[in-house]
Nanobody, 115 residues
Framework: QVQLVESGGGLVQAGGSLRLSCAVS????????MGWYRQAPGEQRELVAT???????NYADSAKGRFTISRDNAKTTVYLQMNSLKPEDTAVYYC?????????WGQGTQVTVSS
């Protein structure tokens, strides 16, 4: 089992920055990948960024050049640094982990970008 707790969301003006954190606990060595997803009202949940156990990263086109996913050396915290935020980035952001093909989700953290 894996438990995920997100933090760091909030209200920011367009052009500003936020850093989201995801605290990971449980069977950490068996996690193959971590990621951030987001869901805006009335929209489907979409990928923002992922990082594999080996450190390979992948970004949605909307996140490239503005967002950076990273983790600490112990792999107990995953971060999403978000710069140059836009109103269209407004959503609930979810942390996700993959373990033996199963996906685990956090409760989400709200990010609101005002114009």
């Amino acid at each position: 089992q894996v438990q995920l707790v997100e933090s760091g969301g909030g209200l920011v003006q367009a052009g500003g920055s936020l850093r989201l954190s995801c605290a990971v606990s449980g069977s950490i060595p068996s996690i193959s990948a971590m990621g951030w997803y987001r869901q805006a009202p009335g929209e489907q949940r979409e990928l923002v960024a992922t990082i594999t156990r080996g450190g390979r990263t992948n970004y949605a086109d909307s996140a490239k050049g503005r967002f950076t996913i990273s983790r600490d050396n112990a792999k107990t915290t995953v971060y999403l640094q978000m710069n140059s935020l836009k109103p269209e980035d407004t959503a609930v952001y979810y942390c996700m982990s993959t373990r033996f093909g199963a996906h685990y989700w956090g409760q989400g953290t709200q990010v609101t970008v005002s114009s």
